[in-house]
């Protein structure tokens, strides 16, 4: 395991597609190194979560967890999730606003829509099928991940950039009335 270096907004390879894996490849040794090198990156960074370019690795591979994560302190919690190959279909027409931030965007959030249900697809590091229906803000963070393997960022998706802001005034300014939103959030949609 390894820490990498952590790839931030202009490296071309935040906006490529990234390569779906062979299902024979999610066993290679390289393949699990890569995995194991995306959880220590994103555990010593605190984030919510990383995708494989953005160590600089062009495989569809993006890992999740929240587990009181500082930087996100009014999160729910999700256990360490490993998704390779992951396919979304976004269901229904319920969205809701959500401020985020990114490991390869320092020091910048802003307000994002996102979809308040999906449906992921995808395998798991040993390579079983995982099919599992993602609701309220929990999906807001899958949607952040599965966008990086496609070459997208949040930045992309702020309607208004007016709300773009440091995690200092966020603190100052937004995350009062953002905590009251994700509580009303989770109330509707669950954990
Ligand atoms: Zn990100």
Redesign the pocket.
Known sequence: MAIKEIALIGEPILRKKSRLLDPEEIHHAETQECINDMIETMHRAHGA?I?AN?IFSPRRICVIEVNNNPRYPYKPNIPLTVLINPQITLIGSETFENYEG???VPNLRGRVTRHCEIKIEAFDRAGHKIENVIKGITAGTYQ??ID?LDGK??VDRVKDPTSLCTWEAFKKYNEEDVEKEVKTIVQRWGE
Do not use: K, M, V
């Open positions: 979560g995708a953005q990114c490991l390869s952040h991940e990086h960022l949040f």
